[in-house]
Protein backbone atom coordinates (compact mmCIF):
# COMPACT_ATOMS: atom_id res chain seq x y z
CA UNK A 1 0.00 0.00 0.00
CA UNK A 2 1.41 3.10 -1.23
CA UNK A 3 1.38 6.44 1.19
CA UNK A 4 0.96 9.72 -0.54
CA UNK A 5 1.48 12.64 0.98
CA UNK A 6 2.47 16.37 0.60
CA UNK A 7 2.99 19.54 3.58
CA UNK A 8 1.02 21.59 4.37
CA UNK A 9 3.52 24.84 3.54
CA UNK A 10 3.15 27.36 6.24
CA UNK A 11 3.77 30.35 3.59
CA UNK A 12 5.05 30.89 0.03
CA UNK A 13 8.30 31.97 -0.45
CA UNK A 14 10.75 32.81 -2.76
CA UNK A 15 13.09 29.97 -3.86
CA UNK A 16 15.67 32.58 -3.05
CA UNK A 17 15.37 33.31 0.18
CA UNK A 18 14.70 29.66 1.60
CA UNK A 19 16.37 28.74 4.89
CA UNK A 20 17.13 25.29 5.96
CA UNK A 21 14.49 25.65 8.82
CA UNK A 22 12.03 25.83 5.67
CA UNK A 23 12.43 22.27 4.66
CA UNK A 24 12.10 20.67 8.15
CA UNK A 25 8.73 19.70 9.07
CA UNK A 26 6.54 19.71 12.33
CA UNK A 27 6.69 15.47 12.19
CA UNK A 28 8.49 14.23 15.59
CA UNK A 29 11.35 12.34 14.05
CA UNK A 30 10.82 8.76 14.83
CA UNK A 31 14.97 7.14 14.93
CA UNK A 32 17.07 6.04 17.85
CA UNK A 33 18.95 8.34 19.54
CA UNK A 34 22.22 8.82 17.88
CA UNK A 35 21.39 7.18 14.89
CA UNK A 36 23.68 8.59 11.53
CA UNK A 37 20.41 9.27 9.78
CA UNK A 38 19.36 12.63 11.83
CA UNK A 39 22.80 13.96 10.38
CA UNK A 40 21.88 13.00 6.62
CA UNK A 41 18.67 14.68 7.49
CA UNK A 42 20.48 18.15 8.65
CA UNK A 43 22.80 18.37 5.39
CA UNK A 44 20.02 17.39 3.61
CA UNK A 45 18.19 20.36 4.50
CA UNK A 46 21.11 22.51 4.81
CA UNK A 47 21.97 21.88 1.19
CA UNK A 48 18.35 22.64 -0.47
CA UNK A 49 17.92 26.37 0.11
CA UNK A 50 20.96 26.71 -1.64
CA UNK A 51 20.08 24.80 -5.12
CA UNK A 52 17.27 27.45 -5.86
CA UNK A 53 14.56 25.25 -5.81
CA UNK A 54 10.99 26.14 -4.82
CA UNK A 55 10.25 23.57 -2.42
CA UNK A 56 6.57 22.50 -4.58
CA UNK A 57 9.05 21.01 -7.19
CA UNK A 58 11.40 19.23 -4.97
CA UNK A 59 9.90 15.32 -3.92
CA UNK A 60 11.19 12.77 -1.93
CA UNK A 61 10.38 9.29 -2.67
CA UNK A 62 11.34 5.77 -0.02
CA UNK A 63 11.15 2.75 0.02
CA UNK A 64 10.60 0.27 3.56
CA UNK A 65 13.35 0.83 6.32
CA UNK A 66 14.41 3.53 8.93
CA UNK A 67 15.88 5.72 6.02
CA UNK A 68 12.60 5.63 4.22
CA UNK A 69 10.79 7.71 7.36
CA UNK A 70 12.65 10.58 5.68
CA UNK A 71 10.00 11.99 3.43
CA UNK A 72 8.23 12.69 6.05
CA UNK A 73 10.39 15.10 7.93
CA UNK A 74 11.20 16.93 4.84
CA UNK A 75 8.58 20.08 4.01
CA UNK A 76 8.73 19.10 0.61
CA UNK A 77 6.51 16.97 -1.47
CA UNK A 78 7.13 13.08 -0.99
CA UNK A 79 6.11 9.24 -0.91
CA UNK A 80 6.37 6.61 1.59
CA UNK A 81 6.14 3.91 -1.14
CA UNK A 82 6.49 -0.08 -0.83
CA UNK A 83 9.49 -1.92 -0.49
CA UNK A 84 12.24 -1.84 -2.58
CA UNK A 85 9.86 -0.07 -5.19
CA UNK A 86 10.84 3.44 -4.48
CA UNK A 87 13.06 3.34 -8.10
CA UNK A 88 10.09 2.70 -9.87
CA UNK A 89 7.73 4.92 -8.59
CA UNK A 90 10.42 7.88 -8.88
CA UNK A 91 11.01 6.49 -12.17
CA UNK A 92 7.27 6.92 -13.62
CA UNK A 93 6.87 10.20 -11.46
CA UNK A 94 10.21 11.74 -13.40
CA UNK A 95 8.70 10.44 -16.73
CA UNK A 96 5.32 12.36 -15.88
CA UNK A 97 6.61 15.11 -14.49
CA UNK A 98 10.52 16.16 -15.40
CA UNK A 99 10.36 19.51 -14.47
CA UNK A 100 10.47 18.19 -10.81
CA UNK A 101 13.70 17.44 -8.87
CA UNK A 102 13.14 14.02 -7.61
CA UNK A 103 15.26 12.45 -4.70
CA UNK A 104 15.51 8.72 -3.76
CA UNK A 105 15.59 7.51 -0.13
CA UNK A 106 16.64 4.13 0.63
CA UNK A 107 19.02 1.83 2.56
CA UNK A 108 21.02 -1.46 1.58
CA UNK A 109 18.59 -3.82 2.13
CA UNK A 110 15.41 -2.14 0.38
CA UNK A 111 17.65 -0.90 -2.64
CA UNK A 112 20.37 -4.15 -2.76
CA UNK A 113 17.39 -6.95 -2.11
CA UNK A 114 14.15 -6.75 -2.76
CA UNK A 115 14.77 -3.85 -5.13
CA UNK A 116 17.82 -4.38 -6.52
CA UNK A 117 16.48 -5.75 -10.13
CA UNK A 118 14.44 -2.16 -10.00
CA UNK A 119 17.71 -0.13 -8.98
CA UNK A 120 19.78 -1.37 -11.77
CA UNK A 121 17.44 -0.50 -14.80
CA UNK A 122 17.00 2.97 -12.92
CA UNK A 123 20.94 3.30 -13.48
CA UNK A 124 20.38 2.06 -16.87
CA UNK A 125 17.92 4.16 -18.07
CA UNK A 126 19.89 7.24 -16.74
CA UNK A 127 16.69 8.39 -14.88
CA UNK A 128 17.34 12.08 -13.85
CA UNK A 129 16.74 11.13 -10.33
CA UNK A 130 19.19 11.38 -6.89
CA UNK A 131 19.52 7.87 -5.18
CA UNK A 132 20.83 8.42 -1.34
CA UNK A 133 21.56 4.98 -0.66
CA UNK A 134 22.46 4.59 3.43
CA UNK A 135 24.12 1.79 4.17
CA UNK A 136 24.41 0.66 7.74
CA UNK A 137 25.21 -2.81 6.51
CA UNK A 138 22.40 -4.26 8.76
CA UNK A 139 18.77 -4.65 8.60
CA UNK A 140 18.06 -1.71 10.88
CA UNK A 141 13.84 -1.29 11.18
CA UNK A 142 13.60 -5.21 11.80
CA UNK A 143 15.59 -5.26 14.29
CA UNK A 144 19.09 -6.64 12.95
CA UNK A 145 18.87 -9.25 10.49
CA UNK A 146 22.00 -9.09 7.92
CA UNK A 147 21.70 -7.44 4.68
CA UNK A 148 23.04 -7.37 1.33
CA UNK A 149 26.33 -5.41 2.37
CA UNK A 150 26.70 -7.14 6.06
CA UNK A 151 30.20 -8.76 5.96
CA UNK A 152 31.10 -12.32 5.96
CA UNK A 153 31.18 -13.75 9.31
CA UNK A 154 28.87 -11.07 10.93
CA UNK A 155 26.65 -12.26 13.89
CA UNK A 156 23.20 -11.01 13.27
CA UNK A 157 19.70 -12.17 14.31
CA UNK A 158 19.72 -13.88 11.43
CA UNK A 159 23.06 -15.06 11.44
CA UNK A 160 24.32 -16.06 14.84
CA UNK A 161 26.92 -18.24 13.93
CA UNK A 162 28.02 -15.83 11.05
CA UNK A 163 26.73 -14.27 7.22
CA UNK A 164 27.82 -16.94 5.02
CA UNK A 165 26.82 -14.39 2.23
CA UNK A 166 29.98 -12.45 0.11
CA UNK A 167 28.14 -8.57 0.82
CA UNK A 168 27.39 -6.43 -2.56
CA UNK A 169 29.81 -3.93 -3.31
CA UNK A 170 27.11 -1.29 -4.14
CA UNK A 171 29.76 1.32 -6.90
CA UNK A 172 31.15 -1.36 -8.21
CA UNK A 173 27.65 -3.14 -9.01
CA UNK A 174 26.36 0.87 -9.67
CA UNK A 175 28.87 1.22 -12.52
CA UNK A 176 28.40 -2.31 -13.74
CA UNK A 177 24.74 -1.01 -14.15
CA UNK A 178 26.23 2.15 -16.33
CA UNK A 179 25.46 4.69 -13.84
CA UNK A 180 26.42 7.88 -15.17
CA UNK A 181 27.31 9.23 -11.23
CA UNK A 182 28.28 7.21 -8.37
CA UNK A 183 29.60 8.64 -5.43
CA UNK A 184 30.47 8.16 -1.46
CA UNK A 185 30.22 9.66 2.14
CA UNK A 186 29.64 8.93 4.96
CA UNK A 187 27.04 10.62 7.93
CA UNK A 188 30.19 11.16 10.39
CA UNK A 189 31.72 14.02 7.68
CA UNK A 190 28.81 16.61 7.08
CA UNK A 191 31.27 18.78 5.07
CA UNK A 192 31.68 16.18 3.01
CA UNK A 193 28.29 14.81 2.47
CA UNK A 194 27.15 18.66 1.38
CA UNK A 195 29.77 18.89 -1.13
CA UNK A 196 28.54 15.20 -2.64
CA UNK A 197 24.97 16.51 -2.42
CA UNK A 198 25.44 19.41 -4.42
CA UNK A 199 27.11 17.64 -7.10
CA UNK A 200 24.60 14.98 -7.37
CA UNK A 201 22.31 17.41 -7.96
CA UNK A 202 24.23 19.12 -10.53
CA UNK A 203 24.48 16.52 -12.27
CA UNK A 204 21.93 15.12 -15.23
CA UNK A 205 21.11 11.39 -14.87
CA UNK A 206 20.79 9.08 -12.14
CA UNK A 207 23.18 9.84 -9.31
CA UNK A 208 23.95 7.06 -6.78
CA UNK A 209 25.23 8.47 -3.69
CA UNK A 210 26.04 5.61 -1.22
CA UNK A 211 26.41 7.11 2.28
CA UNK A 212 27.48 5.44 5.36
CA UNK A 213 25.45 5.42 8.14
CA UNK A 214 25.95 4.45 11.61
CA UNK A 215 23.44 1.64 13.36
CA UNK A 216 24.31 2.38 16.65
CA UNK A 217 21.58 0.18 18.17
CA UNK A 218 22.50 -2.83 15.91
CA UNK A 219 25.49 -2.33 14.13
CA UNK A 220 27.33 0.03 16.14
CA UNK A 221 30.50 1.35 14.94
CA UNK A 222 30.70 -0.71 11.44
CA UNK A 223 32.50 2.24 9.78
CA UNK A 224 34.44 3.30 12.84
CA UNK A 225 38.17 2.95 11.02
CA UNK A 226 37.14 5.40 8.61
CA UNK A 227 35.24 8.16 11.26
CA UNK A 228 37.44 8.03 14.41
CA UNK A 229 40.66 10.44 14.71
CA UNK A 230 42.78 7.79 15.47
CA UNK A 231 42.24 5.81 12.66
CA UNK A 232 40.34 7.68 9.79
CA UNK A 233 43.77 9.40 8.18
CA UNK A 234 45.50 6.18 7.68
CA UNK A 235 42.02 4.11 6.18
CA UNK A 236 39.98 6.92 4.16
CA UNK A 237 40.80 8.57 0.77
CA UNK A 238 39.49 11.36 -0.04
CA UNK A 239 39.14 11.66 -4.36
CA UNK A 240 39.22 15.05 -5.86
CA UNK A 241 39.14 16.07 -9.45
CA UNK A 242 42.51 16.74 -10.99
CA UNK A 243 44.34 15.80 -7.77
CA UNK A 244 46.80 12.91 -6.40
CA UNK A 245 45.28 10.24 -4.49
CA UNK A 246 47.47 10.88 -1.24
CA UNK A 247 46.05 10.35 2.03
CA UNK A 248 47.88 9.89 5.36
CA UNK A 249 48.97 11.63 9.17
CA UNK A 250 50.66 14.60 7.15
CA UNK A 251 50.05 13.16 3.66
CA UNK A 252 52.51 10.85 3.05
CA UNK A 253 50.52 8.09 1.85
CA UNK A 254 49.88 7.85 -1.61
CA UNK A 255 47.79 5.41 -4.64
CA UNK A 256 50.37 4.40 -7.85
CA UNK A 257 48.63 2.70 -10.57
CA UNK A 258 50.71 -1.18 -11.18
CA UNK A 259 49.10 -1.62 -14.55
CA UNK A 260 45.69 -1.99 -13.15
CA UNK A 261 46.46 -2.66 -9.40
CA UNK A 262 46.59 -0.21 -7.30
CA UNK A 263 49.10 -0.01 -4.85
CA UNK A 264 50.14 2.22 -1.63
CA UNK A 265 52.67 3.61 -1.07
CA UNK A 266 54.77 6.07 1.17
CA UNK A 267 55.98 8.64 -1.50
CA UNK A 268 58.07 10.73 0.70
CA UNK A 269 60.52 7.79 1.76
CA UNK A 270 60.66 6.48 -1.62
CA UNK A 271 61.48 9.50 -3.23
CA UNK A 272 58.48 10.36 -5.74
CA UNK A 273 57.27 13.42 -6.30
CA UNK A 274 53.53 14.01 -5.87
CA UNK A 275 52.54 13.97 -9.43
CA UNK A 276 54.23 10.31 -9.93
CA UNK A 277 50.67 9.31 -8.27
CA UNK A 278 48.06 8.69 -9.82
CA UNK A 279 45.62 11.44 -10.88
CA UNK A 280 42.16 11.45 -10.04
CA UNK A 281 39.68 11.47 -13.23
CA UNK A 282 35.87 10.75 -12.51
CA UNK A 283 35.42 10.73 -16.47
CA UNK A 284 38.29 7.79 -16.52
CA UNK A 285 35.25 4.65 -16.16
CA UNK A 286 38.42 1.83 -15.96
CA UNK A 287 39.86 3.95 -13.06
CA UNK A 288 36.56 4.37 -11.05
CA UNK A 289 35.91 0.74 -11.25
CA UNK A 290 39.59 0.61 -9.67
CA UNK A 291 38.13 2.62 -6.95
CA UNK A 292 35.38 0.72 -6.38
CA UNK A 293 36.96 -2.69 -5.99
CA UNK A 294 39.39 -1.06 -3.21
CA UNK A 295 36.49 -2.00 -1.22
CA UNK A 296 37.51 -5.68 -1.84
CA UNK A 297 40.86 -4.79 -1.01
CA UNK A 298 40.03 -3.60 2.50
CA UNK A 299 38.21 -7.32 3.43
CA UNK A 300 41.50 -8.73 2.27
CA UNK A 301 45.06 -8.83 3.43
CA UNK A 302 46.24 -6.33 1.33
CA UNK A 303 46.28 -2.69 3.37
CA UNK A 304 44.52 0.03 0.85
CA UNK A 305 42.45 3.12 1.85
CA UNK A 306 38.64 3.13 1.48
CA UNK A 307 37.92 5.74 -1.03
CA UNK A 308 35.37 8.26 -0.61
CA UNK A 309 34.15 10.76 -3.26
CA UNK A 310 32.95 10.84 -6.97
CA UNK A 311 34.21 8.04 -8.53
CA UNK A 312 32.69 8.47 -11.83
CA UNK A 313 30.70 11.09 -13.66
CA UNK A 314 29.93 10.93 -17.22
CA UNK A 315 27.44 12.89 -19.73
CA UNK A 316 24.53 10.73 -21.34
CA UNK A 317 21.04 11.13 -22.96
CA UNK A 318 17.99 11.05 -19.88
CA UNK A 319 15.68 8.21 -20.46
CA UNK A 320 12.81 10.75 -19.84
CA UNK A 321 14.22 13.16 -22.69
CA UNK A 322 14.29 10.74 -24.57
CA UNK A 323 10.99 9.13 -24.01
CA UNK A 324 9.24 12.64 -24.87
CA UNK A 325 11.25 13.23 -27.92
CA UNK A 326 9.73 10.10 -29.51
CA UNK A 327 6.19 11.24 -28.04
CA UNK A 328 6.67 14.27 -30.07
CA UNK A 329 8.13 12.27 -33.38
CA UNK A 330 5.50 10.34 -32.95
CA UNK A 331 2.52 12.43 -32.55
CA UNK A 332 4.10 14.79 -35.65
CA UNK A 333 4.35 11.61 -38.11
CA UNK A 334 0.78 10.01 -37.03
CA UNK A 335 -1.09 12.98 -35.34
CA UNK A 336 -2.54 13.07 -31.81
CA UNK A 337 -3.74 9.86 -31.13
CA UNK A 338 -7.29 9.00 -30.14
CA UNK A 339 -7.74 6.35 -27.73
CA UNK A 340 -11.30 5.80 -27.89
CA UNK A 341 -11.36 4.91 -31.58
CA UNK A 342 -8.28 2.44 -30.39
CA UNK A 343 -10.65 0.41 -28.25
CA UNK A 344 -13.14 0.22 -29.83
CA UNK A 345 -10.99 -0.71 -33.44
CA UNK A 346 -9.93 -3.90 -34.78
CA UNK A 347 -7.24 -5.17 -32.96
CA UNK A 348 -9.44 -6.95 -31.33
CA UNK A 349 -10.53 -10.95 -30.45
CA UNK A 350 -13.20 -13.31 -29.37
CA UNK A 351 -13.00 -16.12 -27.24
CA UNK A 352 -15.39 -18.94 -28.25
Not at 2 to 31: C, H, Y
Not at 57 to 70: A, D, L, M
Request: aromatic letters at 10%; hydrophobic letters at 35%; proline letters at 5%.
Amino acid sequence: MFRFFAVQMNEVKDSGTLSPKDFASDQEIRWCPGCGDYSILKQVQTVLPELGIPRENIVFISGIGCSSRFPYYMETYGMHSIHGRATAVASGLKITRPELSVWIITGDGDALSIGGNHLIHLMRRNINVNVLLFNNEIYGLTKGQYSPTSREGQLTKSSPYGALDHPFNPLALALGAGATFVARSMDRDPQHVRGILKEANAHRGTSLVEIYQNCNVFNDGAFEVFTEKSTKKLNTLFVEQGKPLVYGASGEMGMLLDGLRPRAVNWQEENLSVNDLWIHDPGDATKANLLAGMFEANNSSEALPRPFGVFFSAARTCYEDDVHAQIHDVTRSKGTGNLGALMRGKNTWKIE
